[in-house]
């Protein structure tokens, strides 16, 4: 392993300072940018920039860093990114613009953001544990989801809103390259040098050409659909002559550079989940997308039904089949072996899953009787809060994408006033797919949720923002 770089900041509390910091930074960018503009960037510069959590230095003895969770999770780690992000950009907009939430309305599709929020008090009720703790959780997934889904209810409820956050996301991923340009040569090294040493940088980061980069995120997997998402909305908006000149970049050059990058950081799964999202949205005006999203929501709830009951064991199938063992030999030659050890290793969960299969355990720890955790987001989920979690979560990631798709005409989603729209479900559902396997999300994506749950789809919608212009 190369020298690691010098450590700007090498002691675990600073990173704990910079999350609290981060509050008064929400706050002030409030202060100084409209609205949305304030928003967007509190959600996505504090995803983008701001340290995961603090974690353990590398000589504790309990820096296992297969016992890390994701910030997605309520864990042993309260402050993390996803609570600073959330939780400073709605402080920012409740001191700020307390206004806003004038107009605020419940809706149907707000039943499962709610649910999310409150299920582990159900744990606490059912006295397997304290009260204290249910609320906590709580309070975490208020902050780290709850949040930016209310932020995009109430400040991105115009379509001309919605394509900002695409313009967002697409600029997001074009100020990430030149750290991705960095780390494909010299190696996933930039959060150690600012943050200290990250736990899964190692993993995974050589690649078939040079390195694949992690930037300051979660790791590999979540910078690949950091950069695959982004280079797919910035693909659909050029189609669509949504996406505008970025200085001095074209927008068929912003979208040729964002696919390029995508591809560069050699996320396999990022990259096919993002082909397959493009492909999807090419097809829409021939292929019926709701007939194809009714499909992939119920492959969807039959690998869930099929993985936690053990139907059919990917283990046995890899060891006892040719066809398995010819896969496994496939995978492993194209260096893809993780795909393998991922599915064996949640099978070994699935007995504990099953004994609360309701509730769960309500402990992030529930695994701890395997030898590692479990990486898909949907298990260790279902082992925490039950069925009824991981319905309520995927419901409301999902639940704005099957509106979307339900009552607008997919001829529209080239137009510039719904292809924004038609981009952003796309990335939320290719963003859920990717839960099945890794659990680093992006969770400012749930401001795209909140979004799409209250943007009217016919008629005018221009509100009070300026209207959108083709491209020329």
Known sequence: MAAPWVTIFTMPATASIILLAWLAVSIALFWVLPMRRAAMACLLGGWALLPNRAYPPPADAHNESWRIMATALPADAFLTKAVAVGGGTLAGLLLRRPRAFAGFRPRRLDLPMALWCVCPMFNSIAGETSLAQGARDGLYLLLAWGAPYVVGRVCLVHRVAVR????????????????????????????????????FAPGGAQRYIGHRPLGLLEDGNQLGMWMSG???????????????????????????????????C??????????????????????????????????????????????????????ETPAGRWLVQVLRDSGRGSLGWRIGLDEKHVRTVMQRPLTGWGQWDWWRGGDWRPWGLWLLVLGQFGIIGLASVYAMML??????????????????????????????????????????????????????????????DDGPDPPVHRRQ
């Open 164 to 199: 900002e956050l695409a313009v967002a996301i697409v600029l997001a991923g074009l100020l990430y390259i030149p750290l991705c340009a960095v780390e494909w040569v010299a190696g996933p090294r930039l959060y150690a040098a600012l943050y200290g040493q990250h736990p």
């Open 230 to 264: 982004s280079a797919l909305v910035a693909v659909w908006l050029w189609r669509c002559g949504a996406l505008p000149r970025m200085g001095f970049m074209a927008p068929g050059a912003i979208a040729a550079v964002s696919l390029i990058a995508a591809v560069a």
């Open 266 to 319: 050699q996320s396999v799964g990022s990259i096919l989940l993002m082909l397959a999202g493009l492909a999807a949205l090419w097809s829409a005006r021939w292929l019926n997308p709701r007939i194809l999203l009714v499909g992939l929501l119920a492959a969807l709830g039959l690998f869930v039904i099929i993985r936690a009951s053990n139907l059919l064991s990917a283990r046995r199938f890899a060891e």
């Open 399 to 460: 639940g704005a994408a099957v509106r979307f798709a339900f009552n607008s005409r997919p001829a529209m989603w080239r137009e510039p006033s719904l292809g924004p729209a038609a981009a952003l479900a796309t990335l939320l559902v290719i963003t859920m797919l990717d839960s099945l396997l890794n659990s680093a999300v992006v969770l400012p994506l749930a401001a795209a949720a909140g979004a799409l749950a209250i943007m009217p789809l016919h008629g005018s």
